[in-house]
């Protein structure tokens, strides 16, 4: 997809300025334009590959994770280490953070050590606590509410193999009406494309979360539909969704949710109702057999691998973008005309 085609380099610039020293907390806080010039500068910069400059020389990213992570954790690490700059993994259990320091104590201590700070954890509040008390970005790496690094490497899978780009988008998102399931219905608010959730009840997208979508739907335009038959969700999506039926933080209740989420398996059957030339996508890890089937996950229309492989890239962006582009990557690639 050439998103040269309809963000032209002012446009670029000036998404990417906006999106200069903000926190990155949820697509939900950002404007169409900013979101499509970070993916448009992703694009970019997954085809410069380790040829880019070391742009991020002498800056350092803290990664506080609460919870396990094996891509973003390696993904971001990765990221800081090919843009020149220094990530420092910070396991929750070892900060006194685990000993009771204050959210905002430690916000304070590490801005003024590191240039960002991303984290994990559970809620969405301690992230915009954190948030608050820093005076560097913060980036949410996953919290039970969303998880926007994430859909930002999901969106850019979906351009690179869609030559319509995000125009006439139907994406299905099938399951646990979970962390996903809401940074799904944030972006689709924010970029105005359709997005059908099917869950069961109890499962459904929390209320403000689905509220706050809503606002932003009216104004882009976007259609979205919280269902409970996964076969309407899925009949001519260009894209299926899924995830696990028990996040981080929810091992006591898997057995409950295999029985409740049962019959919301991604399957041969029901991928066989969406649209011939649809892509099947999974955040991973997975959990075959349960979410989705095994000849679904492992079948020719699945990407899930190079999704996983867009967290990089997609995140070097949000890093460059963050940080204000210091070694003028970005920049250069905007004046030279941006071919992506
Ligand atoms: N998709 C994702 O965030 O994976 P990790 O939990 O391994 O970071
Ligand atoms: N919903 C999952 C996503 C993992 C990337 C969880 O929160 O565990």
């Known amino acids: 997809m050439a998103l040269a085609s309809v963000l032209d380099s002012g446009t670029l610039r000036s998404g990417l300025s906006g999106v200069a020293g903000r926190d990155f907390l949820s697509l939900g806080d950002f404007t169409r334009e900013e979101i499509l010039s970070l993916l448009a500068l992703a694009l970019h910069l997954k085809k410069l590959g380790r040829r880019g400059e070391p742009t991020l020389n002498g800056r350092s990213l803290a990664m506080i994770f609460q919870k396990p992570s094996t891509r973003t954790r390696v993904s971001f690490e990765v990221a800081m280490t090919q843009l020149g700059g220094t990530a420092l993994f910070l396991s929750g259990h070892d900060l006194q953070l685990g000993r009771g320091e204050t959210v905002s ?33 913060v980036i949410n ?96 999506a260009d894209v299926l969704y899924t995830d ?72 070097k962006a949000v890093l460059l973008a963050l940080l204000g582009d210091p070694g003028g990557l970005a920049g250069a690639w905007l004046d030279a005309g941006p071919e992506d």
């Not at 304070?108 to 240039?115: E, G, I, K």
Request: proline residues 5%.
């Open 105 to 137: 104590d430690t916000a304070r201590v590490l801005s003024r050590y590191v240039d960002a700070v991303m984290i994990r954890t559970f809620a969405q509040s301690e992230v915009e606590e954190f948030a608050a008390a820093a005076s560097v970005p």
């Open 141 to 236: 790496g996953l919290t039970d509410q969303d998880h926007p690094c994430q859909v930002l490497a999901d969106l850019l899978t979906i351009l690179e193999v869609r030559s319509q780009g995000l125009k006439g988008l139907k994406v299905a998102f099938i399951g646990d009406g979970n962390n996903m399931a809401q940074a799904w219905l944030l972006a689709a608010a924010a970029l105005g494309f359709a997005l059908d959730v099917a869950a069961p009840p109890g499962y459904q997208p929390d209320a403000a979360v689905v509220r706050r979508a809503g606002d932003l739907a009216a104004v882009s335009g976007a259609s979205l539909r919280l269902l409970a038959d996964p076969e309407e969700a899925a009949r001519n």
């Open 244 to 315: 696990v039926w028990a996040s981080m933080g929810q091992e006591a209740e898997a057995a409950k949710r295999r029985r409740d989420l049962a019959a919301y398996q991604v399957d041969e059957r029901l991928a066989g109702l969406a649209a011939p030339d649809h892509i099947f996508l999974h955040c991973l890890p997975a959990h075959r057999g349960e979410e989705v089937s095994p000849a679904v996950i492992d079948g020719p229309h699945s990407l899930v691998f190079q999704q996983a492989e867009n967290r990089l890239h997609a995140q």
